[in-house]
């Protein structure tokens, strides 16, 4: 008899991970994926990869265009523009991944309880879900901001607040398909506590499919950043960021243009990596989905 | 029988032909070569009533349609007033002023002539504290107006008030309306305004897009160059100059920072004008907080502060650094600062004599680039002197929030708070927000003085002008010792416009329109 470490061996390459490797022969996939590497390298790596300190002021020396020296020239404060897009990769993606895994964790918790929990509870919390999303992302955003202050910890929150109905609203409505299922009545019947049904035996199950809406969210969280630097109401001065380069290149765009192209490109190809990522990591991870099938 | 028989390719046809003939034919607009002068303005009207209006485009567009005593000269030349809808100013005593208004002046919408009761109307209302007029301070001192007859009135005023020809008369409160009009209009308008008598006739509005004027037939006064101003609203800078070379406009107000490439590479028949606005900056430093309660701690944020890389940073070294709030170049701006700044090394000392270790200051400042830009110099500076400073960028609207008492004692909690005012020709305008009774309005400093305020009820009053001056420089002397300012600089105006025509500004750094003169 072999044992499984054999089978596994007996498989040829061609064979393994088959939607994995259907997925990365898509050329466009697997640029993004090249490319959501490179930012988190690039984010993980920032002090080591950019050449200057991303806030040290040169006055003398502001406004310089592209050199040997400054490889994307300097900003309206004579700082390296490209240690400032270093450094600003960090930031978005800090406040992309922190923003939406506290905004992911609510709605799972939440959409998990108003999902097996009793009807008037279920009533109460879709009620708040329904509430919350119906408040605009960025009008929200905009009184919070005045009230509280700009920062990242505002940012965070912010987007945090508006993002969790949508994740709460997925969970509850595969809780509900799940929860008068055999094995979970089975587990019932056996006396198993709430937490562990929820926890051990339904969670596993929901997950998949908010791993990729969480996926997809990053990139539209990316630009909700940016577009808040952009309005001088995002991450404080002096901290770099791709929507405050914009917004201090477009003051200058007559005179410096290169701040606008810099600032911009990051932002677009990270939103392009990101965006063509999930959508590949849906294909892969959606059982519905023919591509990559095992014949 | 002519038969028209057309096809979608005979139409394209004739639609482009007439779509490149209109791109060829060069000045398809009328323009400033014409009757007609662009000019550009950065926010849309609210109020048309002078007592209540926010200021502007709504004040450039009453240099046009209303009347009053005394004009003024352009900022580049010291800002001289003159007689306009007076022909007589006469100073009787130091709180007396008779005037008399020039002949044919009247109202539109049939309301009859402008009279001396009108003048006394407007004043008096713009002074009453019951109207609570944002212009009230202009006619702090104003006692009453007597009526002598239809166009002979005299000012009276409560002290003698040496500033009412520059700060009083001639613009924003000082516009004369009509009482008869505004009584029927039920004693208050916004953008329906009941009656005007000015050079020019207030003619359309498109919300957020274009007011017009155009010329008032019945004007008796020195007629405008131009027989019709559109002013444009235009909020971005940017913008406005693509539109400018694009021909959309004139005149208009360019970001600083695009002064130097301007210069070099200028528009077709276009003046650059740089000069020095009467819009002043400093740095607030509260001495209500209680981080700064100590003097030695804010004279350590005085010495900390490099301002040459402010206006180097920010600016373009087009302006020098501020002695003070008062317009540079008067002989009541003071000759220096005490502290020139940038000495962190005394920073540090002061800190160590103040026993003060680890100072985290919070420095708010409007969420603009410009502002964060300096907020940022200022922040890289402190920190060489050893204070950390966080930057707290609020937008308009919470940023006006953060010294005002009414809104709770957050205002004795700020640390730091980057301001800029509009400023005016007078010492006195300028100096009047930081008396005591400004706490927690817009003196921001926490700075009560009373030398502070006795000297200013002494400058208003005081007609020795060589007093005036010392009193002046006085004043900014206490401010500067307070520990409570930084002074920085009084903002360059940086601006554009057709070499076909010479523009006036007034001091508040906004153009008036019917004196711009057309070039021979």
């Known amino acids: 008899m072999s044992s499984v470490a054999e089978l596994g061996a007996s498989i040829p390459d061609r064979q393994r991970f088959p939607r994995l490797r259907a997925m990365m022969s898509d050329p466009v996939i697997a640029i993004a994926v090249l490319l959501v590497a490179g930012f988190f390298i690039t984010a993980a790596f920032a002090p080591w990869i950019a050449p200057y300190s991303p806030t040290k002021i040169d006055v003398l020396n502001k406004l310089q265009p592209p050199s040997a020296a400054h490889w994307f020239g300097t900003d309206h404060l004579g700082r390296d523009l490209l240690s400032r897009v270093i450094y600003g990769a960090r930031t978005a993606l800090m406040i992309a991944i922190v923003s939406v895994a506290i905004a992911g964790v609510i709605g799972m918790l939440l959409g998990l309880i108003a999902g097996y929990g009793p009807r008037w509870l279920d009533g109460i919390l879709v009620l708040t879900f329904d509430s919350l999303n119906s408040l605009p992302m960025i009008m929200f955003a905009l009184a919070i901001i005045t009230v509280m202050g700009a920062g990242t910890g505002t940012l965070i929150l912010v987007i945090a607040m508006t993002s969790f109905p949508s994740y709460a609203r997925l969970i509850r409505a595969q809780t509900l398909a799940l929860k008068n299922s055999d094995y979970i009545v089975a587990e019932r019947l056996l006396d198993a506590s709430p937490p562990r049904i929820l926890f051990v035996h339904l969670l596993p199950n929901v997950i998949g499919p908010l791993i990729i809406l969480l996926s997809m969210d990053i990139p539209v969280v990316i630009m909700v950043e940016a577009g808040l630097s952009f309005l001088g109401l995002g991450v404080r001065p002096p901290t770099p960021s791709w929507g405050s380069i914009l917004y201090d290149g477009y003051t200058s765009i007559r005179s410096a243009p290169y701040m606008v192209i810099f600032g911009g490109l990051p932002l677009v190809l990270a939103t392009l990596g990101f965006t063509f990522l999930g959508e590949g990591l849906r294909d892969y991870l959606d059982p519905r989905m023919k591509v990559g099938r095992p014949a | ?520």
């Open chain 2, 1 to 520: 029988m002519i038969r028209w028989n057309t096809d979608r390719r005979k139409f394209l046809k004739a639609a482009g032909a007439f779509g490149a003939a209109a791109a060829l034919k060069p000045g398809f607009a009328w323009s400033a070569d014409g009757d007609t002068l662009r000019i550009r303005m950065e926010g849309d009207l609210q109020v048309l009533d002078p007592a209540f209006m926010i200021g502007a485009i709504e004040d450039v567009i009453m240099r046009g349609i209303y009347v009053s005593l005394n004009r003024l000269g352009d900022l580049r030349e010291g800002s001289p007033w003159s007689p306009w809808g007076a022909e007589k100013i006469e100073q009787k005593d130091p709180k007396t002023i008779a005037f008399t208004l020039i002949e044919g002046l009247k109202w539109t919408n049939g309301f009859g002539a402008v009279t001396a009761e009108d003048v006394k109307f407007s004043y008096e209302r713009v002074a009453n504290p019951d109207n609570a007029s944002p212009w009230a301070y202009q006619f702090e001192q104003l006692d009453h107006v007597e009526v002598v007859d239809e166009r002979n009135g005299i000012i009276h005023l409560k002290n003698p008030y040496q500033p009412i020809y520059v700060v009083a008369l001639p613009y924003y409160g000082g516009h004369i309306i009509s009482k008869a009009a505004t009584e029927k209009a039920g004693g208050k308008y916004t953008t329906e305004v009941p009656a005007t008598c000015g050079p020019y006739l207030f003619t359309s509005w498109e919300q957020k897009q274009k007011v017009t004027l155009t010329a008032n037939p019945d004007w008796p006064g020195p007629k405008p160059d131009f027989a019709k101003v559109e002013i444009y609203v235009v909020a971005d800078d940017q913008a406005a100059q693509l539109a400018y070379e694009a021909d959309a406009f004139d005149y208009t107000k360019i970001a600083v920072g695009e002064a130097a490439a301007v210069k070099a590479s200028p528009p077709p028949d276009t003046t650059l004008v740089e000069a020095q606005s009467t819009r002043y900056q400093w740095l607030s430093i509260n001495m209500l907080s209680p981080r700064l309660q100590d003097v030695r701690v804010r004279q350590a944020v005085q010495h900390g502060i490099d301002v040459s890389q402010i206006l180097t940073g920010a600016y373009n070294d087009l302006v020098p650094r501020s002695t003070g709030v008062v317009q540079p170049g008067t002989p009541f701006a003071r000759p220096a600062n005490l502290i020139p700044g940038g000495d962190y090394e005394k920073a540090a000392a002061l800190l160590a004599e103040a026993g003060a270790s680890d100072v985290t200051l919070t420095l708010t400042v409007m969420n603009d680039s410009s502002r964060t830009a300096i907020a940022q110099i200022m922040q890289a500076s402190l920190e060489q002197a050893g204070i950390t400073v966080e930057i707290q960028p609020l937008d308009e609207a919470a940023y006006w929030g953060v010294g005002d008492k009414t809104q709770g004692d957050g205002y004795k909690n700020i640390d730091l708070v980057l301001m800029d005012f509009a400023g005016g020709v007078d010492p006195s305008e300028n100096l009047v927000w930081f008396r005591p009774d400004q706490i927690g309005v817009y003196n921001w400093s926490g700075f009560d003085s009373p030398e502070y305020e006795a000297s200013y009820q002494q400058i208003i009053t005081e007609t020795d002008e060589a007093k005036r001056v010392e009193l002046s420089r006085r004043m900014e002397t206490l401010m500067e010792e307070s520990g409570g300012f930084i002074f920085i600089c009084h903002q360059p105006l940086t601006l554009i416009h057709r070499n076909s025509f010479e523009p006036l500004i007034y001091p508040d750094g906004h153009p008036n329109p019917v004196l711009f003169k057309k070039k021979a």
